[in-house]
């Protein structure tokens, strides 16, 4: 059976999570949040409009901002799971 698809919440989430462990090239958060390049890059750039991420020496970094949202999704899954939803 087929893993299903993830949400765009859950791959924004993916992203984060990437990043929470360390500052990564766009090409290690792509292989390691399991996403094609391209699709990696449209979101990225929208995290960090966002101010979720920021760029630094071509590196992508989780902001203090975007440590929060983490946390709060987290809380919000946790939730969902354990009422079964």
Do not use: Q
């Amino acid at each position: 059976m087929p893993k299903p698809r993830r949400s765009k919440l859950e791959i924004v989430a993916d992203i984060l999570a990437v990043l929470e462990r360390g500052c990564k090239k766009p090409t290690h958060i792509a292989t390691e949040a399991n996403l094609a390049y391209d699709r990696m890059a449209k979101i990225l750039e929208a995290l960090k409009a966002l101010g979720l991420v920021v760029e630094k020496s071509a590196e992508f970094c989780i902001t203090h901002d975007g440590l929060k949202f983490l946390e709060e999704y987290k809380k919000w899954k946790r939730l969902l799971d354990t009422l079964g939803i």
